[in-house]
């Protein structure tokens, strides 16, 4: 079933070493081992492309001889291409973008994707962690020689035996394929340990000189995600559980707002939350459409402000229209689209922890990639404000369980009614954003840890409608001084608290 092809130019007693390892780890009865002395003879790609004439199976796995796989990752890999038969090419780690320079690993941390473990002689063990496992491939455009495996009825290209001798023979591999429609992906099925650590050398740069020379007509190559990774869970209903008022300030994009309040009805428990509108200056006519087409939806309320702050008035919903029913608060913006039961995902962090201050979600924007898996909060030299979102801008590296972070986004966020009103609610002296920051400092403050659901995943189409109101920059920068001036007074006992 399983050809394995290497290239040694260690003695017999390591080769033996190395390939009992493989025959008491694939886990498969059909298999062969093609061993090619090497004492820099020959390029691998001219070892790897004579192991493939050879190979008397259609599956060819090409790797280095300082690796360890897990037991049983022969099978594993056999159901990954019978489950995925659209893919010819499957790697333990890659790249998703392959930018002008010709250093794949460029954007390491946004584009690279699998999981590798590294133990060298004499060192401790440790995972380089590109992405998060998934139950399912994930499509790249290259990916690295470590472990390659492909059917070779498949592939369109063998190996390039022009470029490179030890050095940019996967990538010459893998990207002619690629360009022809060949689908590469990366699996989490098995575990992987590199034995040593790679370093570039003088061959490496002088092959990458010569790929960029003939590639770099169509680099950069860039392959975002079609879609996040959405873990679709049937909850038993929880019990003993208070009632969830959802809060979505509007005004006009009365289509979006639709496909907001249809997306909870789609994919939530609705006899355990009641939406709460909260109109900002909506035209007669739009909140006319309002109440025709998104109230008929079930428990949804609409209660209508001549004016926006959105702290003001997500304090006044709570204060004014939120009955004693309602144990737990859910913020959302108008331009979030949930992609599964979040409600019962974010309820139950709270039913596990203790302590529980705010509970976020991973939010991806349009393209797949990622928005926020959490607030980043520091202070940096001359006491300089950082913040950021965890995760930003990254194709597969999020959270895909339930962390402890310092805070989340409002755009889509939990809390307790109790701890919201303890926490004395939204800082309504901030004039556009950062009062959902300061709340989730201010839980921290109490003792209370925030927590980002990474299976609770949503769409945020990222202020659509805020972007239009007159004065935003102005106001960002008076909000930017209160939130620095709050943190360098509170910084000691915020970020003693927990992580």
Request: include cysteine.
């Amino acid at each position: 079933m399983i050809t394995i092809v290497y290239s040694s130019n260690n003695d017999e007693t390591k080769n033996s070493i190395f390939e009992d390892h493989l025959k008491k780890s694939i886990g498969v009865s059909e298999y062969e081992i093609l061993k090619y002395k090497n004492f820099n003879e020959f390029s691998l790609a001219q070892v790897y492309n004579q192991g493939i004439e050879k190979s008397q199976f259609d599956i060819v796995v090409c790797c280095h001889n300082d690796i360890k796989l897990e037991t049983g990752w022969g099978k594993k890999l056999i159901s990954d291409f019978k489950n995925n038969p659209d893919y010819a090419i499957i790697g333990k780690a890659g790249s998703c973008y392959f930018p002008e320079s010709g250093i794949y690993w460029e954007r390491m941390h946004q584009t690279m994707v699998g999981q590798v473990y590294h133990h060298p002689e004499g060192q401790k063990k440790w995972l380089s962690k590109y992405s998060t496992k998934l139950p399912e491939l994930i499509p790249v455009v290259t990916i690295d020689g470590l472990f390659i495996a492909f059917d070779k009825t498949k592939i369109i290209h063998k190996f390039d035996e022009t470029i490179g001798k030890f050095h940019f023979y996967d990538h010459c591999f893998c990207l002619p394929n690629y360009l022809d429609g060949v689908k590469i992906g990366v699996t989490s099925s098995f575990d992987i340990t590199h034995q040593s650590v790679g370093q570039p050398n003088q061959e490496f740069f002088e092959s990458k000189d010569k790929f960029v020379a003939k590639y770099k007509s169509i680099l950069p190559l860039d392959l975002k995600p079609t879609k996040p990774f959405v873990e679709q869970i049937k909850h038993k209903p929880l019990k003993n559980v208070g009632k969830v008022a959802i809060i979505i300030p509007t005004k006009g994009k009365v289509e979006m707002l639709k496909d907001c309040v249809k997306s909870f009805y789609d994919n939530c428990d609705n006899k355990i939350f009641t939406i709460f509108i909260a109109d900002t200056g909506s035209s007669e006519l739009e909140k006319e459409w309002i109440k025709s087409n998104i109230l008929p939806f079930g428990d949804i309320k609409l209660i209508e402000y001549d004016y926006y702050n959105f702290a003001k008035i997500n304090n006044d919903v709570v204060k004014n229209h939120i009955t004693s029913e309602f144990e737990y608060l859910l913020f959302c913006n108008n331009d979030i689209k949930v992609m599964n039961d979040v409600i019962n995902n974010m309820l139950l962090v709270f039913k596990q922890n203790s302590n529980v201050g705010t509970v976020g979600a991973r939010l991806h924007f349009e393209d797949g990639t990622v928005q926020h898996s959490g607030v980043m909060v520091s202070i940096g030299e001359n006491k300089n404000l950082k913040l950021g979102h965890l995760g930003y801008g990254t194709y597969y590296n999020y959270t895909n369980s339930i962390d402890q972070v310092i805070g989340n986004t409002a755009a889509l966020m939990m809390i307790k009614k109790t701890i919201f009103i303890k926490c004395k609610m939204f800082n309504e002296n901030y004039l556009e954003f950062f009062e959902d920051v300061e709340l989730n400092l201010v839980c921290r403050l109490m003792g209370c840890k925030n927590y980002i659901s990474g299976l609770s995943v949503a769409f945020h189409y990222e202020s659509i409608s805020r972007k239009t109101i007159e004065g935003k920059q102005s106001r960002e920068q008076k909000d930017w001084s209160r939130l620095t001036s709050f943190i360098n007074n509170n910084y000691n006992k915020i970020f003693s608290n927990g992580k």
